[in-house]
């Protein structure tokens, strides 16, 4: 049975980070900064409420009779009880012989063009561990990006506001940001399960490498770019983070009503209508927080039973990309342009290059995932290096097009003595039939 590690990292870094949130926001009291210390716990509780009511989502204590895991919940305790019981069922796994299994049929990734179906036998202890890694996965998201990230933009922000960094608040950013890393990295992995449930899909040690890299990138790069831009621009960068926001959040619901397919009644059997709706709402929320910050890796589908479309769509990557890198150009220029004297000892033209640089590092990341170290990219109808070579031609076949049209016309605008003086191709062709 594989070791719960998923599970220690996550409480791990929900413990670590809560606890430094805490100790900051008594740091900010001490030194009367009230909003510093508002905002700081608002962003470390809320996410910490959202992580226990998805604890108990997931394994439906609130049908169940069990008042001591719920008061736990209520205490912000759940993690650490969950944590605990999971360990538990690991440790006596391998001294108790379970009377019930289920099997399972999963089909094996492609070999030689070949896939074999296999069976596989999961007792109970198994099947709960698999539940309980699949809630704190779940959980990690929501901490990393509905938390950790508007709490590292905050803390760098207010670190350059100061032109200081403290321990407790360097710190503070560096669990943060693994906090947000950790979160992508798992909703990388949540995606290609749901994409492939049919398969056997195992994640390689360099893949994992890899993800942890191009979201590191990413994301390092993408708050430091929001930071430079709200400390010379602080109302502009509310339209920006506005229309970024709500373009994500109301883009999954334009899709849904403009497919005319009906509500989703079956989403979970004990929900009504109302409680099918505040999911589906929480979801896009979560949905839009991710891709403020990284590619979310998945696409929302309110109509489809998973939520999730299981295509890859190659070109609404590349337009995501595109669109981000010229975004964050755009505010870089910006900040270059409106620039206090706070960076009077900062070489921006400098910062500006590293900072694109590191976003095409990022970028460069994900095609090296996508293209050598993806479990499934044997099943990629084309892979990513081939669409990007047929995006390449449709641009060069669109420019040989234009420019023989444009050869066409020109032809057709000279003079007829030029025309007479020059030989026609049809009587050179005809010249060797003749002979």
């Known amino acids: 049975m594989k070791f719960p590690g998923s599970v220690l990292a996550s409480v791990f870094l929900f413990v670590a980070e809560t606890s430094a949130a805490l100790y900051l926001s008594s740091t900010y009291r001490s030194g009367g900064d009230g909003m510093w210390q508002a905002l700081t716990l608002l962003f470390s509780l809320l996410p910490c409420a959202l992580v226990q009511l998805t604890l108990l989502f997931v394994h439906r204590d609130f049908t169940r009779d069990r008042p001591l895991v719920l008061l736990l919940h209520l205490l912000q305790l759940g993690p650490l009880f969950r944590c605990f019981e999971v360990f538990c069922i690991y440790c006596q796994s391998n001294h108790i012989e379970e009377p019930y299994v289920s099997i399972t049929k999963k089909r094996q990734i492609p070999k030689n063009g070949h896939s074999e179906e296999i069976e596989k036998e999961v007792g109970q ?7 309980h890694r699949s809630a704190f996965s779940r959980a990690s998201v929501i901490q990393a990006f509905l938390g950790s990230a508007p709490q590292l933009t ?4 207010i670190s350059v506001l100061r032109q200081d960094v403290s321990i407790g608040r360097c710190l503070f950013m560096v669990l943060s940001l693994l906090s ?7 909703c990388n992995i949540l995606a290609i399960k749901i994409k492939y449930d ?4 195992k994640v390689k040690p360099l893949a994992y490498v890899c ?13 430091i770019v929001l930071v430079l831009f709200t400390s010379v621009l602080k109302a502009w960068v509310v339209i920006d983070i506005l229309i970024n926001f709500l373009g994500f959040l109301f883009y999954p619901w334009i899709l849904f009503w403009c497919s005319g397919s009906p509500f989703p009644e079956n989403f979970e059997k004990a929900f009504s209508r109302l409680g099918t709706t505040i999911v589906l709402c929480f979801l896009t929320l979560l949905y839009a927080g991710i891709n403020m910050f990284c590619w979310s890796a998945v696409q929302l589908k309110i109509n489809n039973p998973d939520l999730i479309s299981k295509s890859q769509n190659w070109y609404r990557l590349l337009v995501y990309y595109m669109v981000r890198f010229i975004e964050n150009a755009f505010l870089l220029l910006m900040w270059y342009l409106y620039k206090t004297d706070i960076y009077m000892y900062v070489c921006a033209p ?10 095409c590092t990022a970028i460069l990341f994900m095609v090296v995932f996508y293209q050598f170290f993806h ?18 031609k449709c641009a060069c076949c669109n420019r040989r097009r234009r420019e023989s049209c444009e050869s066409a016309e020109n032809t057709d605008l000279r003079s007829p003595t030029d025309r007479e003086e020059t030989p026609s191709s049809s009587k050179i062709s005809s010249m060797p039939s003749q002979i």
């Open 180 to 186: 947000i890393v950790y979160g992508a990295l798992r």
């Open 375 to 392: 479990p499934c990219k044997k099943l990629f109808s084309p892979n990513a290096s081939e669409s990007f070579q047929e995006w390449l």
């Open 125 to 131: 202890a198994e099947g709960k561990l698999f539940t």
């Open 211 to 223: 993800i942890f890299l191009w979201r590191s990138f990413e994301i390092v790069t993408r708050v």
């Open 198 to 201: 049919e398969y056997d899909v």
């Open 350 to 359: 400098l910062l500006m290059l590293q900072l694109l640089i590191g976003y």
């Open 154 to 157: 905050l803390q760098l922000y």
